[in-house]
């Protein structure tokens, strides 16, 4: 059954049964001392705007005044692990003997996170760290530009576990003439460096929740570590991304937030495979 729980999700995991869960990932605050949200525009015809579009015509923004995705959130922590190892400590209760937690962080938490995780489901149950490379935003002048995301793969036991690689997208050759022309047009499987744009701004599968993730990068998690009729948890839900994966793809899923912009995105988004059952508070 497919669930939407709006509420905190230590209380929710601390309910949830033992080894229930197939696959979990979780993509929780980074802990970046900003605050977190995305502004929606628009764009209006005028002469005097700031804007040139097709035709040389000119335009100005607007920041519109209702915002589809919320007002954001602070995120800031004064112990950071802290408040994630009791969540951690559930997921790994209520993930199931051969099942799989993805976790997704940045570089300014992720080495205090690993020692956390290896704590938790011992450094042997470690299989990867996959790095999410993108190439859209600001370019520092004074600095390497960060556009990498880290997610760390655990698995609940270090030798059994879901690994689907024949599902998995492929991608083209960098090389493709030193591959031959077979090769070539089948592409490859991807390493654990991901590259993959962000969600555009303008796309259709923004939401307008700050930091949604895209649904490319969950797709691939869902499909080649988890099999159909399985369950998918995230509880820290956000937009929903990993609610749509999981029911494309024929996995049910579970999606705990307790923010109330969260929780009406994803009624929104995943409404197609809720049916008639009711958000539980």
Not at 26 to 42: S, V, Y
Not at 100 to 124: A, N, Q, T
Not at 150 to 169: G, M, Q, S, V
Not at 177 to 199: C, E, F, N, Y
């Amino acid at each position: 059954m497919n669930r939407i729980v709006h509420g905190d999700n230590l209380n929710v995991l601390r309910k949830m049964k033992s080894g229930s869960v197939e696959l979990i990932y979780i993509d929780p605050p980074f802990n970046t001392g900003k605050r977190q949200a995305r502004k929606q525009m628009k764009t209006v015809r005028d002469e005097a705007g700031d804007r040139i579009g097709f035709g040389g015509q000119r335009y100005r923004t607007e920041v519109l005044k209702v915002q589809a995705g919320g007002t954001g959130y602070g995120d800031q922590f004064g112990d950071f692990l802290g408040f994630l190892r009791p969540r951690m400590e559930a997921a790994y209760r209520v993930l199931s003997p051969t099942g799989s937690f993805f976790f997704h962080i940045d570089y300014r938490e992720v080495h205090y996170c690993k020692v956390m995780l290896d704590e938790i489901f011992g450094r042997e149950c470690f299989q990867n760290e996959i790095i999410w490379a993108y190439d859209y935003g600001a370019r520092s002048k004074k600095r390497w530009p960060a556009k990498h995301d880290n997610i760390l793969w655990y698995t609940k036991d270090a030798e059994r576990y879901t690994f689907n690689l024949e599902e998995c997208d492929r991608i083209p050759y960098m090389a493709p003439g030193l591959v031959g022309a077979k090769k070539a047009a089948r592409g490859k499987t991807p390493t654990d460096v991901w590259w993959h744009t962000i969600v555009s701004p303008t796309g259709k599968e923004k939401t307008g929740y700050a930091t949604q993730k895209p649904l490319g990068v969950l797709e691939r998690i869902v499909k080649i570590h988890s099999n159909p009729g399985e369950k998918v948890l995230d509880f820290f839900a956000g937009s929903g991304t990993t609610g749509e994966a999981a029911a494309k793809h024929g996995r049910s899923f579970v999606m705990v937030d307790e923010s109330e912009d969260a929780i009406r995105v994803m009624k929104q988004r995943l409404a197609n495979w809720l049916g008639h059952r009711r958000i539980k508070r």
